[in-house]
């Protein structure tokens, strides 16, 4: 029986549906690992050897590709990239070493609201009045996560939102980057700049990890590579607008991890805003699909 016209494109996006849900297990995954590692080893120290494991795991790609891949008329670019990605590395793990878990993970998905306004100062990108009532609910939901009482907002939850606001950065500079060099490009200097950027500051709080230490930061490095593969397949075999609402699966494993290994229960707050925010993040991505399949 052949095969009607739409049976690809349904399964393009059933393997990217698939491959989105994957993304988000092996992030909390590493999310976890690293919170409980946080307790008996430096954030910073963290971050650096997750730097270091994730090269590793790229450089077989990286060496396949030759030196080539560095050829660059944009170093600067480069520079401040990996710059705003230690920022956010950072920050998301010291807010992940002290806030609960499924807080965390809603919070960050206010990346892309923040890199659209970014996109806006920065590129001069115009929003319509649609997108504006969506950027606006999600800031709604934010407020509704960090508790209608501004008292409540602790240092942890402000290093989370300044994380998703540097990612944020970063993603402007992916995106300047991208019209002149490759992904593999891109990728191999983040890893390579990032490794000097976050060795200097581990320093600052430096304690030999122990054999077991050592392999669960392998562990977090391999996770944390895996899930931007898994997701940079997803966007690749199916439509932005049809796998990003999954992303909300996020919240869903990290509520599931903080209740079973930290006691970690949260609250309607959460669950409320956490939805708001992903809602208006995945109405901003169909309405760009729309809008780019009407032109």
């Known amino acids: ?20 849900v994957a993304a988000t297990v092996t992030m909390i995954v590493q999310h976890s690992m690293a919170k409980l590692l946080a307790a008996d080893l430096s954030v910073l120290e963290i971050v650096f050897f997750r730097t270091v494991a994730a090269l590793l795991f790229f450089m077989p790609w ?36 002290i806030v609960p878990l499924a807080t965390v993970t809603a ?9 659209i306004l970014i996109g806006i100062v920065v590129l001069g990108e115009r929003v319509s009045v649609r997108r504006w009532s969506a950027i606006l609910a999600g800031f709604v939901g934010t407020l509704i996560i960090l508790r209608p009482d501004a008292a409540a907002i602790g240092h942890g939850e402000l290093f989370v939102l300044g994380s998703a606001l540097a990612w944020a950065a970063a993603i402007i500079v992916i995106k300047v980057l991208s019209r ?33 230490q050592y392999a669960w930061l392998v562990a977090i490095g391999i996770t944390g590579a895996l899930g931007h593969v898994f997701m940079a397949e997803a966007l690749k075999r199916a439509p932005t607008h049809v796998v990003t609402p999954f992303d909300f699966f996020r919240l869903v494993w990290a ?41």
């Open 62 to 97: 990286m060496l396949r590709s030759g030196l080539t891949i560095f050829r660059t008329e944009r170093l600067g670019l480069h520079v401040i990239r990996a710059f705003f990605q230690t920022i956010s590395a950072f920050g998301f793990f010291l807010g992940l070493a």
């Open 180 to 212: 002149t060099d490759t992904s593999i490009t891109i990728t191999a200097y983040m890893y390579l700049l990032m490794t000097p950027i976050t060795l200097v500051a581990a320093l600052f709080d430096w304690t030999w990890p122990t054999a077991t």
């Open 107 to 115: 919070l960050h998905f206010t990346t892309p609201i923040f890199a």
């Open 255 to 295: 509520t599931i991890v903080g209740i079973w290994l930290f006691s970690e229960t949260p609250d309607a707050y959460v669950w409320i805003g956490g939805a708001i925010v992903i809602a208006s993040v995945s109405y901003i991505v169909w309405r760009e699909h729309r809008i780019a399949t009407q032109k």
């Open 1 to 20: 029986m052949p095969l009607s016209p739409r049976t690809p494109r349904l399964s393009g996006s059933l393997i990217g549906i698939g491959l989105m």
